[in-house]
């Protein structure tokens, strides 16, 4: 079946570092994929999304490429905030997540002032 | 507009006890989920509905879970009897259209603890 992985946190930065969150992920045919956030006492929200290969999501100067030759799906910000601090998932659907997302494990980030 | 709003946000309950979570997705969207989270992990697919019925109920463990959407508007997510491995987060999530091109919008959860 189809499963995401994402890197190991939990991630500790000051404000103004670049920021990669790595996610990998294995799946039948061509799954679209998202990166949601779960900001501190609030519900899972999408930050952005990937449809087919090669696309790039954006958002809140949050990117993703979705890169199907190496199955990744890596998050980037080049100057982080500490309002940037929350929890990030990584998830995809289609194939056998048919109507559904499949999620990574998420990813804690911290950003210090 | 509203969001998808769920209740109770908090329940602590002893072993064997029995437990029910309410969810009303935002207004217009057909399609309703189920998620359990445990600490530390992603969420992962309890039952997905299309409008009244139950399309994806594979990982609901239905010896002692139990759903339903009537009317297809809100939902209930039942746990008869807890046991202490079923504390975690049960998120709600709606959506209008296909992932494809939508988004599933998330309640903020409701926290279950199981004493």
């Known amino acids: 079946g189809n499963s995401v992985t994402q890197m190991e946190g939990p991630v500790t930065l000051s404000e103004e570092a670049f920021l990669t969150i790595n996610c990998t992920y294995t799946?039948?045919?061509?799954?679209?994929l998202f990166w949601y956030v779960q900001y501190p006492g609030e519900g899972l929200q999408l930050l952005l999304k990937?449809?087919?290969?090669?696309d790039k999501g954006s958002n809140k100067g949050f990117e993703a490429t979705y890169r199907k030759e190496t199955t990744s799906f890596h998050l980037e910000k080049g100057s982080v905030q500490v309002s940037d601090s929350a929890v990030y998932f990584c998830a995809l659907s289609g194939g056998t997540s048919y109507g559904k997302l499949t999620f990574g494990q998420g990813t804690i980030l911290t950003v210090h002032p | 507009e509203a969001g998808v709003v769920q209740s109770p946000r908090y329940k602590i309950i002893e072993k064997k006890q029995p437990v029910a979570f309410w969810c009303n997705p935002i207004s217009g969207h057909n399609t309703l989920y189920w998620y359990l989270q445990n600490l530390g992990q992603g969420p992962e697919l309890l039952i997905r509905?299309?409008?009244?019925?139950?399309?994806?109920d594979s990982q609901l463990p239905k010896d002692r879970f139990s759903a339903e959407r009537l009317k297809g508007v809100d939902s209930t997510l039942k746990i008869q009897p807890a046991e202490l491995g079923d504390s975690a987060v049960y998120l709600c999530a709606s959506t209008s259209g296909g992932l494809d091109t939508g988004e599933l919008f998330f309640g903020e959860g409701s926290r279950l603890t199981v004493l």
């Open positions: 799946a039948t045919g061509y799954p679209s």
């Open positions: 509905y299309e409008n009244e019925e139950a399309v994806d």
């Open positions: 990937a449809t087919k290969a090669d």
